[in-house]
Nanobody, 117 residues
């Protein structure tokens, strides 16, 4: 049973920072890539950032420079550092892990991030 457990969400003022973590069951080398998605209120889920097992990253264009995704192989975790947060970053953030590009991926339960103005 694959488990992805997110943590680190919360309430922060605009301009602040948060760091999200996703702990995966088993080795993260089992996955071809892992990523973070978010779903703002009333909107569909969207990609935030992905990182491959080889360390290559890609980001939503609008978030480049503010968000950084990283992985810790020893701890089987993938993290998302979010800086200069804006109210429009308010969303439920989900961790995703794929076995390959053909795979929709496994999902965590989500963690709420709320940015107040």
């Amino acid at each position: 049973q694959v488990q992805l457990v997110e943590s680190g969400g919360g309430l922060v003022q605009a301009g602040g920072s948060l760091r999200l973590s996703c702990a995966a069951s088993g080795s993260i080398f089992s996955y071809s890539d892992m990523g973070w998605y978010r779903q703002p209120p009333g909107n569909k889920r969207e990609l935030v950032a992905r990182i491959t097992s080889g360390g290559s990253t890609n980001y939503a264009d609008s978030l480049k420079g503010r968000f950084t995704i990283s992985m810790d192989n020893a701890k089987n975790t993938v993290s998302l550092q979010m800086n200069s947060l804006k109210p429009e970053d308010t969303a439920v953030y989900y961790c995703n892990a794929r076995l390959g590009t053909w795979h929709n991926g496994y999902w965590g339960q989500g963690t709420q991030v709320t940015v107040s103005s």
